[in-house]
């Protein structure tokens, strides 16, 4: 399957603890995004990553949360001292973006996300 | 700022039957749009999409329909059918950044 893979697909813990989820993207997006969605509504973007490069947070990404991509593959989200209002679906979402066209819109694929619950 | 609005919840159609889901945003700037269809437990997987340039794309049994003018897009399904049952996302970027969804709309098809 060379689709978006996110890991933990459910991860439920108390409030205070520290949780990271990951993103594997298709092999060769070479963007990235993460989105939040909560129930009833659509996804609500996060922060989006071209190759290694974090270009864009929303507001809605708290100094509690931090993403990275280091080597231009992969991804984690971190939440630190969750709160219950940080239960969601997490979603990753990866891209491919040709330089030099002008026209760059691609389509994003989503992965299955990882549902936080926060007790 | 909703940017992006589909106004009904829910809809219900009958097998065989054409689909409209409609959505308005109000961000001119926007020059992308898109159609996600998600099931339960799985992430949105992407339908179709259309360009600002165009007023009309067409991949099968979809069709997406925008009016720049007014600031609408329609998604038409022709024949509907019961794997049809799904929410539909409607989204929309500008320059290729970020993309901005609407709530969804929960499509019921009826056999």
């Known amino acids: 399957d060379t689709g978006v893979s996110q890991n933990p697909r459910h991860k439920i813990t108390k409030r205070g603890q520290n949780v990271t989820f990951r993103c594997d993207p298709?092999?060769?997006?070479n963007r990235l995004y993460w989105y939040r969605q909560t129930l009833g509504q659509g996804p609500e973007f996060l922060t989006y990553f071209q190759n290694e490069a974090q270009l864009e947070k929303s507001r809605l990404l708290s100094d509690r949360f931090s993403a990275e991509r280091p080597k231009g593959s992969f991804s984690t989200l971190e939440i630190q001292r969750t709160e219950q209002g940080d239960s969601a679906m997490y979603l990753c979402a990866s891209s491919l973006v040709r330089t030099g066209e002008v026209l760059s819109n691609q389509p994003q694929h989503f992965g299955d996300g990882t549902r936080l619950s926060i007790l | 700022d909703q940017q992006v609005k589909q106004n009904s919840p829910s809809l219900s159609v009958q097998e065989g039957r054409i689909s409209i889901l409609n959505c308005d945003y109000t961000n001119s700037?926007?020059?992308?749009?898109?159609?996600?269809k998600k099931y339960p437990a799985e992430g949105p997987t992407f339908?179709?999409?259309?360009?600002?340039?165009?007023?009309?794309?067409?991949?099968?049994?979809?069709?997406v329909?925008?009016?720049?003018?007014?600031?609408?897009?329609?998604?038409?399904?022709?024949?509907s059918q019961p794997g049809d049952s799904a929410v539909y996302f409607c989204a929309?970027?500008?320059?290729?950044?970020?993309t901005i969804f609407g709530a969804g709309t929960r499509l019921f098809v009826k056999a």
């Open chain 2, 47 to 63: 339908l179709i999409s259309i360009s600002s340039i165009k007023d009309k794309n067409e991949d099968g049994r979809f069709t």
């Open chain 1, 26 to 29: 298709i092999s060769e997006h």
């Open chain 2, 92 to 98: 929309a970027s500008a320059g290729g950044f970020k």
């Open chain 2, 29 to 36: 700037m926007f020059d992308y749009f898109l159609w996600y």
């Open chain 2, 65 to 79: 329909f925008l009016n720049k003018s007014a600031k609408h897009l329609s998604l038409h399904i022709v024949p």
